[in-house]
């Protein structure tokens, strides 16, 4: 499973960070990086999290 953002997209609510700290960062303006595209085991929950925290639709998993 890999988590992808569309960076065009993302505009930095950082909500994404939230329910999934150990996916992904946040820049110093609040955009948000994936700390690598490749889901680790466990982390599949964290990452249906994200994507679902985001009002901009910047994130999607890809199975
Ligand atoms: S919630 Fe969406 S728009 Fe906000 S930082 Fe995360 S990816 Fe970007």
Redesign the pocket.
């Known amino acids: 499973m890999k988590l992808l953002?569309d960076s065009t997209?993302?505009?930095?609510?950082?909500?994404?960070?939230e329910p999934s700290p150990e996916l992904i960062d946040?820049d110093e303006w609040?955009?948000?990086r994936v700390r690598a595209a490749e889901v680790p085991s466990g982390g599949e929950d964290a990452a249906e999290a994200a994507v679902a925290?985001?009002?901009?639709s910047?994130?999607r998993l890809v199975k």
């Open positions: 953002l997209r993302c505009q930095g609510y950082g909500l994404c960070q946040l609040g955009y948000a925290a985001c009002p901009n910047a994130l």
